[in-house]
């Protein structure tokens, strides 16, 4: 398993407005897209390609394009919703599924409501996406999901990780590569990420 921590400037200005309580909704909707598709360029690096012929104005020369088909993108609902579009934006034929799960407040153990997901996605790279990566939990359940369905090739994309998640992920599912925006320090002992950004299911949809 590879962790990848985004160490650029663009992503700790725009994590830094993101985390503030003062950032509005519609803000923070969009914040959330645009670090997700910044993000998206390296987790994409190893998208399968094929060479195709193309017409240039002045001559024919052979080019590489992503093949079709090849793309998946899973996010956790309801807030891995929040980065569908800035992936899109870059593969915008690429197939969307959706798995739904809740933490229980008491235990944060997660549990699966909802599942569907692209005809063929076992051939498909999937990017599974999730704002938070807290306890781990739900990206674990959610992979293991993915697993059972035949997918091999996927990667967890979140835009705050913690020590915590990242182990537990690292441990149940060692070929998956994991990509954060940054890593904080800790979970609390709500299991909430400190310093974190609150909800973020919340905070995208106005239902604090």
Excluded: W
Aim: proline content about 6%; some cysteine; hydrophobic content about 40%.
């Amino acid at each position: 398993m590879a962790v990848m921590v985004f160490d650029h400037p663009l992503i700790k200005h725009k994590v830094a407005i993101l985390r503030s309580k003062e950032t509005p909704m519609k803000e923070f909707r969009e914040l959330v897209e645009e670090i997700t598709l910044v993000m998206s360029y390296e987790a994409f690096k190893d998208a399968p390609t094929h060479k195709v012929t193309v017409e240039t104005p002045l001559e024919s020369c052979e080019q590489e394009m992503v093949q079709e088909r090849s793309i998946a993108i899973v996010p956790i609902l309801r807030a891995g919703l929040g980065m569908v579009n800035g992936v899109h934006k870059i593969f915008p034929g690429a197939r969307v599924g959706h798995i739904g799960m809740y933490r229980d407040e008491e235990t944060a153990e997660p549990h699966e409501y909802y599942c569907k997901l692209p005809e063929g996605i076992e051939k498909m790279n999937v990017i599974l996406l999730d704002p938070m990566l807290a306890t781990g939990g739900s990206a674990c359940d959610a992979i293991g999901l993915l697993k059972k369905r035949g997918v091999k090739n996927i990667k967890f994309m979140a835009i705050i990780g913690c020590p915590e998640g990242i182990e537990k992920v690292s441990k149940e599912h060692p070929d998956v590569d994991v990509y954060v925006s940054t890593c904080d320090r800790q979970l609390n002992e709500k299991h909430y990420i400190l310093p974190g950004l609150g909800d973020a299911g919340d905070r995208l949809f106005g239902t604090i």
